[in-house]
């Protein structure tokens, strides 16, 4: 079992809609949770993290935790053509950042 | 504040070729990483240095890999020889601190072993 499972997608969903992304990771003792975009040849950049079960929210994007689950999540509102990208969850367990192969999402216009 | 920097952008080197990457993080960040990443995966982490000392190298393979970070600054990562399966994109991150801090990824070096 890979430690952090993503759906590799594609993911496709039309202008305006909300794009629900979805982790899962393994290792009960993760301490946080992080979300990369990363745009096709480009290096990821990171567009939340998450500590504490419960959702999060900054703008148009929610990040959703669940510890007791293991299962983390990313809500994209309103969804535009430039949030199209490669989207990488990210674990954090004794120093290191342990990624998942990441969701590509197309958002059509 | 000027990003972390990678260099080359691009190699393509022939196997059992040596080749090297060099990184220079933000200035200030302590904790430096070196990732590589395939076609279709995500990062995955091969050293991680705190200063100068390297603090997590499980992952480098290090009958052919070897990386360095002289004085806690600017750091380089060394393939030799070179194999196909070598062929990603090379990733340096830097850090303020370990951990559970927002990591900066430079560029990256796209590496094609022919």
């Known amino acids: 079992q890979k430690e952090v499972e993503q759906n590799s997608g594609p993911l496709s969903v039309p202008e305006g809609a909300i794009a629900s992304l979805n982790c899962t990771y393994s290792?009960?003792?993760?301490?946080?949770f992080f979300w990369y975009r990363q745009y096709s040849g480009k290096s990821p950049e990171l567009i939340m993290f998450?500590?504490?079960?419960g959702d999060k929210e900054d703008g148009r994007f929610t990040a959703q935790l669940n510890k007791a689950s293991q299962y983390v999540s990313l809500l994209i509102r309103d969804s535009q053509p430039s949030d199209s990208a490669t989207y990488l969850c990210?674990?954090?367990?004794?120093?290191?950042?342990?990624f998942g192969s990441g969701t590509q999402l197309t958002v059509l216009p | 504040e000027a990003g972390v920097v990678q260099s080359p952008r691009y190699k393509i080197i022939e196997k059992k070729q040596p080749v090297a990457f060099w990184c220079n993080p933000i200035?200030?960040?302590?904790?430096l990483y070196w990732y590589r990443q395939n076609l279709g995966q995500g990062p995955e982490l091969l050293i991680r240095?705190?200063?100068?000392?390297?603090?997590?190298d499980s992952q480098l393979p290090k009958d052919r890999f070897s990386a360095e970070r002289l004085k806690g600054v600017d750091s380089t990562l060394k393939i030799q020889p070179a194999e196909l399966g070598d062929s990603a994109v090379y990733l340096c991150?830097?850090?303020?601190?370990?951990?559970?801090?927002?990591?900066?990824f430079g560029p990256g070096t796209r590496l094609t072993v022919l």
């Open positions: 991150a830097s850090s303020l601190v370990s951990g559970a801090f927002e990591q900066f």
């Open positions: 290792d009960r003792g993760s301490q946080s």
């Open positions: 998450i500590y504490s079960n």
């Open positions: 990210a674990v954090h367990l004794a120093g290191q950042l342990t």
């Open positions: 200035s200030g960040h302590n904790t």
């Open positions: 240095y705190e200063n100068e000392e390297a603090v997590d």
